[in-house]
C-alpha cells in the first residue's frame, strides 16, 4: 500500500529560464553574463552537495567584480522570481494528495535556487523536504533516497517517486518504489500515472 509521494521540484513543479536568471543577474550586478554561466558550470555539483553555500556565492561574485554597493541577494531574487514558472495546477494536486497520502520533495536544490523556492513558499505544499544542499547528497545517490525514507518512516514498496530525470526515477525503481517520469507542464498524463498506481485522486 502507498503511504508517501515524492516529487522532485525543478523540471516538474517550477521550470526556470537559467540562461535568462544568469544573464540578468550578471548585468544588473556588474558582471560579465559568460562568467555566471560558467561558473554555475564549473560550479553545479559543488553548489548541489552544499559544498558552496550562499555566502561563499556572493563572494565569488564580488571578488569576480560584481559592484561591491549592491544587494546581490535582492538583485537574484528578483531576476530569479521574473524567470520563474510556477506549476500552480500540479500544487493543487498535491494539495488533493495529502488528503490521503503523505507528500514529500526530494531535490537537487542549490542554496541560490533554495532562497527562490523558500520566496515562494513552496515547501509549505509539503510534509517534509530533503534537500540535496543541506543533505551534501544528490540524485542519482541511493544514499539520498534512503533518508527520503527514513524521514518519510516508510518502506520502499510504499514509495511512488516522481521527476522529470529517468535516471533519477530508475534509482528509485531499483530500490523498490514505484516510478514516474514527469514530462513538464503534463499534469494529466502524471494523474493517470498515479491512479494506475492505485492511486484514488
Request: aromatic share 8%.
Amino acid at each position: 500500500m502507498i503511504k508517501t509521494i515524492i516529487f522532485d521540484i525543478g523540471g516538474v513543479i517550477t521550470e526556470t529560464n537559467f540562461q535568462a536568471l544568469y544573464t540578468d543577474f550578471a548585468k544588473q550586478a556588474g558582471l560579465k553574463p559568460e562568467f555566471v554561466v560558467q561558473y554555475h558550470k564549473d560550479k553545479m555539483n559543488d553548489m548541489l552537495l552544499g559544498n558552496i553555500n550562499l555566502d561563499q556565492f556572493w563572494q565569488d561574485m564580488r571578488k569576480a567584480g560584481a559592484d561591491p554597493k549592491l544587494d546581490l541577494q535582492a538583485i537574484w531574487i528578483e531576476v530569479g522570481l521574473k524567470n520563474l514558472a510556477i506549476n500552480q495546477e500540479l500544487l493543487m494536486i498535491i494539495e488533493k494528495l495529502r488528503k490521503n497520502y503523505s507528500v514529500g520533495t526530494l531535490t537537487n536544490l542549490t542554496p541560490s535556487r533554495q532562497i527562490l523556492d523558500e520566496k515562494i513558499d513552496l515547501f509549505s505544499h509539503f510534509d517534509y523536504a530533503i534537500l540535496s544542499c543541506l543533505e551534501h547528497l544528490k540524485k542519482p545517490d541511493p544514499a539520498f533516497y534512503r533518508l527520503a525514507l527514513k524521514v518519510a518512516s516508510v518502506k520502499p514498496e510504499e514509495v511512488i517517486f516522481i521527476d522529470d530525470k529517468a535516471v533519477c526515477v530508475t534509482t528509485a525503481e531499483d530500490l523498490g518504489m514505484k516510478g514516474l517520469i514527469y514530462s513538464y507542464p503534463d499534469n494529466e498524463k502524471l494523474v493517470a500515472g498515479l491512479r494506475n498506481l492505485g492511486i484514488s485522486i
